[in-house]
């Protein structure tokens, strides 16, 4: 298994977004948890493109500190909702005959969703820890209702396994 951390970056892990502190937390429990027992932990940074304030070298695409890379991590810069997007994590995914993939971080209704998606449709299992993923209200959708559309809805049973976060550290104990 791998966990893949996606979006953790300073201009979008605010407090705006829902649940922002037991969503932190939850994060960095299962990435030291995952660290502890050798699972590897990958990273993705959205590149939203030039003057948006979201892109390489914008202190809002920096990774969030509470859940920094270690040194010898790796970190994908995406440009695209899916991680998928980004040609070598897929190369790299492929060598390393990995199949199965904790997913973490944010949005749930944009990259969280789209990595998913794409993830299950190239045949990977995907597991998606209860509360490790958020997002901001839309027009149409609280957080929290668009949190639960998904994991409850749209994921679960069909492009993913939703578990609990207790489930969720034991897999990365068991790995």
Same mark, same amino acid.
């Given at each position: 298994?791998?966990l893949l951390v996606?979006?953790? !970056?300073?201009?979008?892990?605010? $407090?705006?977004?829902?649940?922002?502190?037991?969503?932190? +937390? +939850?994060?960095?429990?299962?990435?030291?948890?995952?660290?502890?027992?050798?699972?590897?932990?990958?990273?993705? !940074?959205?590149?939203?493109? @030039?003057?948006?304030?979201?892109?390489?070298?914008?202190?809002?695409?920096?990774? @969030?500190?509470?859940?920094?890379?270690?040194?010898?991590e790796k970190v994908?810069?995406?440009?695209?909702?899916?991680?998928?997007?980004?040609? $070598?994590?897929?190369?790299?995914l492929k060598r390393?005959?990995? +199949?199965?993939?904790?997913?973490?971080?944010?949005?749930?209704?944009?990259?969280?969703?789209?990595?998913?998606?794409?993830?299950?449709?190239?045949?990977?299992?995907?597991?998606?820890?209860?509360?490790?993923?958020?997002?901001?209200?839309?027009?149409?959708?609280? @957080? $929290? +209702?668009?949190?639960?559309?998904?994991?409850?809805?749209?994921? !679960?049973?069909?492009?993913? $396994?939703?578990?609990?976060?207790?489930?969720?550290?034991?897999?990365?104990?068991?790995?």
């Open positions: 298994m791998k996606i979006d953790m !970056q300073k201009g979008l892990a605010i $407090d705006e977004l829902y649940d922002f502190d037991g969503f932190m +937390k +939850k994060v960095v429990r299962l990435i030291n948890k995952a660290r502890k027992n050798n699972v590897e932990v990958i990273y993705f !940074q959205h590149d939203a493109g @030039a003057g948006t304030g979201l892109s390489a070298g914008d202190e809002a695409f920096e990774i @969030a500190d509470r859940v920094a890379p270690k040194e010898s994908y810069v995406k440009t695209i909702n899916s991680c998928f997007g980004n040609a $070598d994590f897929v190369g790299y390393s005959g990995e +199949k199965e993939l904790m997913i973490v971080g944010l949005q749930t209704d944009f990259c969280i969703d789209a990595t998913i998606k794409s993830a299950f449709e190239k045949g990977y299992k995907v597991f998606v820890p209860s509360g490790a993923n958020t997002t901001f209200d839309n027009p149409l959708l609280s @957080a $929290d +209702k668009a949190c639960k559309y998904f994991s409850e809805w749209i994921w !679960q049973g069909s492009f993913a $396994d939703c578990v609990s976060f207790a489930a969720a550290l034991k897999l990365l104990e068991h790995n």
